[in-house]
């Protein structure tokens, strides 16, 4: 059974600039959740959805949103970039209440 | 607001080595932790799955164990081996129907030859 699939892989963009990252879940899976990862926060949780409806959204400003489509492949908007939005971006997908599997992650750099 | 802290940050042992890393969470009202590992630049690896109503959970060399009382896991690793170099992650999921996962800081490992 094929991974967690984020697309793409790294992505360099500049400030004001805005990005769409795009995760595809494993068969089956319906819940998809994304998190943030920096060297000094650490991975923080920014939305989860299931069956394309919002279920939890973490503490980040209206600039990060997201959405899920009735394939469960799911993206996520970054508007107006700031230099602080550079991060590895991590999906994962799961049944509901089991192992979260993730994927490798979109790098992403704000100059 | 649920705080998942992660002891020692990193860890330095030699090939051969057993180890164990400690988890500890502020909030019991848990319904699983989940042990991660992730290479560097990497995304993360599921190692262990515990629920809330186990005590522990075994894959290979690795054993997890669960204190929901008192807000603790541990990952007991067995003979270590250069390759188990990484970051160690320890996540856990609350109760109330929510995917989301609040992760500790991570330990980095190093195994040496």
């Known amino acids: 059974k094929a991974g967690v699939t984020q697309t793409p892989r790294y992505l360099i963009k500049t400030r004001g600039q805005q990005v769409t990252l795009s995760c595809s879940p494993i068969?089956?899976?319906?819940?998809v959740s994304w998190y943030q990862q920096t060297p000094g926060q650490g991975l923080q949780f920014l939305f989860e959805?299931?069956?394309?409806?919002?279920?939890n959204k973490g503490n980040f400003p209206g600039r990060f949103s997201g959405r899920q489509f009735s394939n469960s492949r799911s993206e996520m908007n970054v508007s107006t970039l700031e230099l602080g939005d550079s991060a590895l971006y991590l999906c994962a997908s799961s049944l509901k209440g089991r192992t979260q599997y993730f994927g490798p992650g979109t790098r992403l750099t704000v100059l | 607001k649920q705080e998942v802290t992660q002891i020692p940050a990193a860890l330095s042992v030699p090939e051969g080595e057993n180890l164990v890393l400690n988890c500890s969470f502020t909030?019991?009202?848990?319904?699983?932790l989940q042990w991660f590992r992730q290479d560097p630049g990497k995304g993360l690896t599921s190692l262990l799955l515990i629920q809330s109503s186990q005590r522990e959970q075994t894959s290979g060399r690795l054993n997890a164990s669960l204190d929901k009382s008192s807000g603790r896991s541990t990952l007991y690793i067995a003979a270590s081996q250069p390759g188990d170099s990484a970051t160690y992650l320890c996540?856990?999921?609350?109760?109330?129907?929510?995917?989301?996962?609040?992760f500790g800081k991570g330990t980095k490992l190093t195994v040496n030859p």
């Open positions: 909030d019991s009202a848990i319904y699983n």
């Open positions: 996540a856990v999921m609350a109760q109330g129907g929510s995917e989301k996962l609040v």
């Open positions: 959805y299931f069956s394309e409806t919002q279920r």
């Open positions: 068969s089956g899976h319906r819940s």
